[in-house]
């Protein structure tokens, strides 16, 4: 029996930590954490530890599969490859014929690093619709930060800073992998740590200061921090003086913005706001490490990410060592998102142009981000601004992903159209004509750069798929063969040396190598001439916006639905609620099947003080309902004493193992997507109105 151990990265969440897998006579028989790798240092969590639980799962799907009784019908039937792709191919081409292109949509869930090969084929198919979730998902960080300071404010050094200031981020639970280490290092040399989140998380409890903010009212917080440190000087004025433009109507901007103001607004103590908003000017380096879904999930995100690259500019922290960096990855214009993959790189202007959203969000084509999914549905279910007929889903569980699952359900089935790539069934593949069985990571090559600072690592394919199984890139490349698409790849391999091109390796050496990188640049304003905005410097005042019609100094909105602005619906719901808070155990809606982490989070849990509950006569583990104006879900009471007792927090995800799941369990089943953030689409699920029902015994008559 041949053993053997393959050095690879986990796709299981973000991080992509490094890992060994063992494996012995074809078989993966253990995950273990690779010590050598620069960010994991050996870490693994149990997702990542699951890998054979899910490869091996009895409920696997290992063949196409084809729907049989009609639309609404729920029965599928084994088929071959050539038989499902021969069936994607020629409705994908029907749809082009007589729509046109721009009615084919790709989409893909949090990126499992598909995006540059689904945007290539849309490209030589001739539509410039990529949809994803980036607009609840690190979309607003990159959208708010680009406008402001010219590249997205996603590196945070936190290993080098004195003062880390976790916005909305609990990297415990959502990037273990990639941060957990750094902000060890920066602690252990004394760093003073800021948490800014209604839940007392762990980092909470250990922070210096832990500011303990009503959901949906960063914007007027940050606004706040900025106005602290104007007042009392602790600004990098040479910065500041030479680097920003527009200073004096930020400051006149934010002279409202009081720590009594804001602790109306926000809830904070104003002693509080002012120390920690004290201590983050006075302590330098610092940075400011934003949650990818806590900053992008509110109807201002544009707002709120532009107010953080305001914050961490004018305390002298942008593109220094222990504050915020710009890490440009060494595959540059062929890295995950870059702009060799854009449509608009790619396909005629005009064509190009109807990216879905550009009506609405017209910033979204200087700073592209896909297409965001509120802004595909109207187009499937309204035709508007033009008919999307067929959509085909990778690694997306968009009926437990999106706001609002009842109306997301609707609109997939009012498709000519739908295929779905999943390992297993979902309540979105349920709705699919064609499902196909992908590879999973440890069966698969790649090259990961997104999110990895300034590396681009290897994934190195350790086992040939559990057959029938396929590698998506594969899947691609077979179906643009059936549809005679020219200019796609035609192997994987010629897939992944495209990328590497500007490390100058092919991925064959690439594979010897496990991991690039290139040296981490400081200020690079300075040797470019400044930053890449108009004005080459940071736009406190972005006086370029005002022609797009948004302002040009980041505003605070309320949320829509919140005690502020309707304080009417208040009286029926009245608890703030938040959603989405990371569970160490799940990747969203994800894995809910594998027994070891269905073992550690069996049920969704609503978090909420005991006070609270009590007074509603609510016990621990309780099951209630949990309700919105947009309907009901059922969940657990779980007693939290340190929230707030107006706030709630309920997890996502939960779906699986009761009937219909999709609609019972389900948290988005009671979110919203009709009043979105202006400039990003960003949905408001961080923010919301909700109130518990008791469930009442049904007895049997
Ligand atoms: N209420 C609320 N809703 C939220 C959030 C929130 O905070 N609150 N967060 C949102 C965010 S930030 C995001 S990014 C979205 C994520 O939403 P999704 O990306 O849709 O995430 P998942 O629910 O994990 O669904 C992914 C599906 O992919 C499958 N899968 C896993 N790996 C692979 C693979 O390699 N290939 C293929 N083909 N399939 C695979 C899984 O089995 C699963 O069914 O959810 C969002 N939904
Ligand atoms: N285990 C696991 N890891 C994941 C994921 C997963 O599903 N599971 N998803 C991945 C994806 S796609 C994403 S986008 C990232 C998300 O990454 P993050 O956004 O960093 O997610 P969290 O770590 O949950 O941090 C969000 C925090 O925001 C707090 N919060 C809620 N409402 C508000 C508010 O209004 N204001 C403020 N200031 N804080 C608020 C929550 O209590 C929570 O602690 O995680 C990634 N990592
Ligand atoms: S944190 Fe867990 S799931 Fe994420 S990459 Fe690391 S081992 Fe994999
Ligand atoms: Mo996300």
Redesign the pocket.
Known sequence: MAKKTVKTICFE???RCGVVLEIDDKTLVGVKGDKDHPFSHGYT?P?GRAAMEIIYHPDRITQPLIKVGGKQSSRFEPCSWDTALDLIAERLLACRETWGAESVVLGSG??RGMAPYLNRFLTVFGSPNFMA?SN???GPIVVGSSATCGFGMIDPDYSSSRCILL??????????GLYLHDIKKGLEKGATLIV????Q?NYAKKADHW?Q??????VA?VLGFIHVIIENNLYDKDFVETWTSGFDQLKEHVAGYTPEKCSEITWIPAEKIKAAAIAFGKTRPGCI??????????NDAFDLNRALTILSAITGNLEVAGGNLNCIPPTRKRSCYGPDFSPFHNLPREQAKKKLGLDTYPLLEFIPIPSPPQTVWPAISEGKPYPVKALGLFANNSVCAYPNSGRVRDVLQSLDFLFSVDYFHTPTTALADVILPPAHWVERDDVEDLLMKNHVFCQTKALEPVPECRDEKQILIDLSKKMNLEGYWSTIEEALDFRLEPIGVNFETFKTMGRFKTPIQYKQYEKKGGFKTPTRKVELYAEYLIALGISPLPVFREPDEGPVNSPELMEKYPLVL???????????S?HRNIPSLKKRSPDPLLQIHPDTAKSMDLEQGEWVYLVSPRGRVEIRIDYDPALHPTVV?AP??YWYGVEEGWKTLNINMITDDSKLCPVTGSVPI??LLCRIEKKVMEVAS
């Open positions: 969440c973000h991080s969590c997702k949090t990126t979730p609840m998902s690190g916005w909305a981020h609990n990297p415990e639970a959502s990037w273990p800014v989140d209604p839940r998380t500011l903010i009503r959901p949906g009212t960063d917080l490490g934003p949650g990818m879904g806590g900053v992008c999930q509110a938040t959603t989405g808070g990371r569970n160490l155990v799940y990747y969203h994800s927090h996502h995800g961080k923010a």
